[in-house]
């Protein structure tokens, strides 16, 4: 990659200036002020003791003396305070897009491990379940460009309140509807999870305001726990660690009966429909981790921990004494005897290492329990060191919607397959009736515009998503990368030639300013896949594609591809070609499709 090269070049000046500062090399902001840039004079004067233009001429002129040794700058200049700008020679240029690859990225032979989406069955997966999906997906795919093996994990929250809450508003409602689950097996799956979503509304709306649907519900959580353990008994073979049935009293066993076969439905249910969406999302899982396993893993950890004093109980529950680290005490068992969420992600780490050995495990969740995750690093690290270093949040922010322009199926809820239909039907509507394959080509255009929507933005702010912009086939946007990649296509196409072949090394021509630029962007892309994975910042790509989309279409304005002398027909076909190949790749890593034609 070149700026890891003339990153190398530098450091090798300074050592034998005697100086070792942070070298940082860039991409200036205007073109006309070179193709990489670096500030390292300005850094380094002050311990050079002496005047940074004075420093950045030293370093320039060093470098240029041994450029013929290097055969790599046609140019290095000074300007400004001391700023040294550096432009490449059009044959490394060439050279340098030839590969779409990262060479040694800085997750290079790693076993890295990435849990996302984390939906709750019995509820519908919501746009906060997709943010979350759509980052894993693009992380998962930027770590192994950068060399990584990794394992895409999902930890769904079959157990809890939330099951409790949909369970007893589920017997509330099929009794009022005079409903069987007999009547429900028969509905189509997008029915059974719609009433699944309102069995959950109705239980939440009751628990929040009567003391005494409070008081079934969390009776009813008891039996949700036992449904959960008797459930992985006969699906996975699970053997209980704890023993959840010395809270069952006598007067709940119909109930109990009742509530068992109504969890195991719901729960095959909504495992189905995220399958469903997860297949049109392009997500495939290498492994799936219920909630109510990691919580009994999570309540042995814990309670084998309490004579070590890693853990204290305290008024009836157990609790990690945070305020030891500077953070605060959270709860891990309640009073009620049951594992909470800290508890069970306790529980999840070593069994996802069990499963296979990995360097890195990173979780994508949202900002709002940042607070929550610094005390469960801090409790992993004290009962497993090793794995509380090699687990890492990845913190995303809200998703947040313009007031009015949106509504679900049902209550305030933007569910996942709402949104998806929604995005392909407003893309169908402005697709002339004449394209082939419309609805197929509809369907990877809305999913490229919600996609690039929510990844285009820093992954720890909050963001505002549009869905009428995202569908925007101009601007910054899926649709318009994808459109610049059909029409790069089918310039090739009518040159009668496929993608790649193109051999230029011979070509000697006086490129203009608009294709140098895209020569020099398209010898970026590794440095750019590359810094994307080191940040975990699939917004620094998705700047990257837009920049290199808007360049090649101004070039396309303004210079005659197929219609121009042998030499010139040649290079520019080969801009087209590689621009397309970039975009392709690029939106790849994004998790998005292209389609031949738009």
Same mark, same amino acid.
């Given at each position: 990659?070149?700026?890891?090269?003339?990153?190398k070049?530098?450091?090798?000046e300074l050592?034998?200036?005697?100086? /070792?500062?942070?070298?940082?090399v860039?991409?200036?902001?205007d073109?006309?002020?070179?193709?990489?840039?670096s500030?390292?004079?300005?850094i380094?004067?002050?311990?050079l003791? @002496?005047?940074?233009k004075?420093v950045?001429q030293?370093?320039?002129?060093? !470098?240029r003396m041994?450029?013929?040794?290097?055969?790599?700058? #046609?140019?290095i200049d000074?300007?400004?305070?001391?700023?040294?700008?550096?432009?490449i020679?059009?044959?490394?240029?060439?050279?340098?897009n030839?590969s779409?690859?990262? /060479?040694m990225?800085?997750?290079?032979e790693?076993?890295i491990?990435?849990e996302?989406?984390?939906p709750?069955p019995?509820?519908?997966?919501h746009?906060?379940?997709?943010?979350?999906?759509i980052?894993g997906? +693009?992380l998962?795919?930027?770590f192994?460009?950068?060399?990584?093996?990794?394992?895409?994990?999902?930890?769904?929250? %079959?157990?809890? !309140?939330?099951?409790?809450?949909?369970?007893w508003g589920?017997?509330?409602?099929?009794?009022?509807?005079?409903?069987?689950?007999?009547d429900?097996?028969?509905?189509p799956?997008?029915?059974?999870i719609t009433?699944l979503?309102e069995?959950?509304?109705l239980?939440?709306?009751?628990?929040?305001?009567?003391l005494?649907v409070?008081?079934?519900?969390?009776d009813?959580?008891?039996?949700?726990y036992?449904?959960?353990?008797e459930y992985?008994q006969?699906?996975?073979g699970?053997?209980?660690?704890?023993?959840?049935h010395?809270y069952?009293?006598?007067e709940n066993?119909?109930?109990?009966t009742?509530v @068992? #076969?109504l969890?195991?439905?719901g729960?095959?249910?909504?495992? #189905?429909?995220?399958?469903?969406?997860?297949k049109?999302?392009g997500?495939?899982? %290498?492994?799936?981790?219920?909630e109510?396993i990691?919580?009994?893993?999570?309540y042995?950890?814990?309670?084998d921990?309490?004579?070590t004093?890693?853990?204290?109980?305290? /008024?009836?529950?157990?609790?990690?004494?945070?305020e $030891?680290?500077?953070?605060?005490?959270?709860?891990?068992?309640?009073?009620l005897g049951?594992?909470?969420?800290?508890?069970?992600?306790?529980?999840?780490?070593?069994?996802?290492?069990e499963?296979?050995?990995?360097d890195? +495990?990173?979780i994508?969740?949202?900002?709002?329990?940042a607070?929550?995750?610094?005390?469960l690093?801090?409790?992993?690290k004290?009962?497993?060191?090793?794995?509380?270093k090699k687990t890492?949040?990845?913190?995303?922010?809200?998703? =947040?919607?313009?007031?009015?322009?949106? +509504?679900s199926r049902?209550?305030?809820?933007? +569910?996942?397959?709402w949104?998806?239909?929604?995005? $392909?039907?407003?893309?169908m509507?402005?697709?002339?009736d004449?394209?082939?394959d419309k609805?197929?080509?509809?369907?990877?255009?809305?999913?490229?515009a919600?996609?690039?929507?929510?990844?285009?933005?820093?992954?720890?702010?909050?963001i505002?998503?549009?869905?009428e912009?995202?569908?925007?086939?101009e601007?910054n946007?899926?649709?318009y990368l994808?459109y &610049?990649?059909?029409?790069a296509?089918?310039?090739?196409?009518?040159?009668g030639?496929?993608?790649?072949?193109?051999d230029i090394? =011979?070509?000697?021509?006086?490129?203009?300013?608009? #294709?140098?630029r895209?020569?020099?962007?398209?010898?970026?892309?590794p440095?750019?896949?590359?810094?994307?994975?080191?940040r975990?910042?699939?917004?620094v790509?998705?700047?990257?594609?837009? /920049?290199?989309a808007?360049?090649?279409?101004?070039?396309y304005?303004k210079?005659?591809?197929? $219609?121009?002398?042998?030499?010139?027909?040649?290079?520019r076909?080969?801009? &087209?070609?590689k621009?397309?190949a970039v975009?392709k790749?690029?939106?790849?890593?994004?998790?998005?499709?292209?389609?031949?034609? !738009?």
């Open positions: 990659m070149l700026k890891q090269e003339i990153k070049l530098i450091e090798k050592a034998s200036l005697g100086v /070792e500062v942070l070298v940082v860039d991409y200036p902001a073109p006309a002020h070179g193709d990489y840039a500030n390292v004079a300005l380094s004067a002050k311990k003791g @002496k005047n940074p004075e950045a030293e370093i320039a002129e060093k !470098m041994k450029n013929k040794e290097w055969q790599m700058f #046609e140019k000074i300007a400004g305070p001391g700023f040294l700008n550096f432009w020679k059009y044959d490394i240029l060439v050279a340098s030839t779409l690859d990262v /060479e990225g800085i997750f290079h790693k076993k491990v990435v996302y989406t984390d709750n019995f509820k519908e997966l746009i906060g379940h997709l943010y979350s999906n980052i997906e +693009s998962s795919l930027l192994e460009a950068s060399g990584a093996q990794v394992r895409r994990v999902d930890y769904y929250g %079959d157990v809890g !309140m939330h099951v409790a809450k949909s369970l589920l017997l509330k409602k099929m009794k009022q509807d005079n409903v069987s689950l007999t429900l097996r028969q509905q799956l997008t029915d059974r009433y979503g069995g959950y509304a239980g939440s709306n009751a628990y929040a305001n009567d005494t409070v008081e079934e519900i969390k009813i959580n008891y039996l949700v036992m449904s959960g353990q992985l006969k699906k996975l699970w053997q209980p660690q704890i023993d959840y010395q069952l009293h006598a066993k119909s109930l109990y009742k @068992k #076969e969890y195991e439905a729960k095959d249910w909504s495992l #189905e429909n995220f399958e469903r969406l997860y049109r999302l997500t495939t899982f %290498d492994n799936y981790y219920p109510s990691a919580g009994e893993r999570g042995k950890i814990v309670k921990n309490i004579a004093g890693i853990f204290v109980e305290s /008024e009836g529950a157990v609790i990690f004494p945070g $030891k680290y500077g953070l605060h005490n959270r709860v891990f068992i309640n009073k049951l594992p909470t969420y800290e508890a069970k992600e306790l529980g999840l780490a070593p069994w996802k290492y499963d296979e050995p990995y890195l +495990s990173f994508v969740t949202a900002t709002e329990i607070g929550y995750f610094g005390v690093i801090e409790a992993l004290q009962v497993n060191p090793e794995l509380g890492k949040p990845i913190l995303h922010g809200m998703v =947040r919607l313009p007031e009015g322009k949106m +509504s049902w209550g305030n809820v933007i +569910s996942v397959g949104l998806l239909d929604e995005a $392909k039907a407003r893309v509507s402005r697709m002339s004449e394209i082939l609805e197929a080509i509809a369907e990877m255009v809305g999913l490229a919600i996609k690039y929507a929510f990844l285009k933005s820093s992954i720890g702010k909050d505002v998503f549009d869905l912009e995202s569908v925007n086939f601007g946007s899926g649709p994808q &610049t990649y059909t029409r296509k089918s310039v090739l196409d009518k040159a030639k496929g993608e790649g072949g193109f090394s =011979r070509t000697k021509i006086k490129f203009t300013s608009d #294709e140098r895209l020569l020099c962007l398209l010898a970026r892309f440095e750019i896949v590359d810094e994307a994975a080191t975990y910042a699939p917004q790509l998705c700047t990257y594609l837009f /920049e290199l808007q360049t090649f279409n101004l070039f304005q210079s005659p591809i197929l $219609k121009t002398e042998e030499d010139i027909r040649a290079f076909l080969h801009l &087209t070609d621009t397309g975009l790749r690029g939106l790849h890593l994004l998790g998005i499709s292209v389609p031949d034609h !738009m």
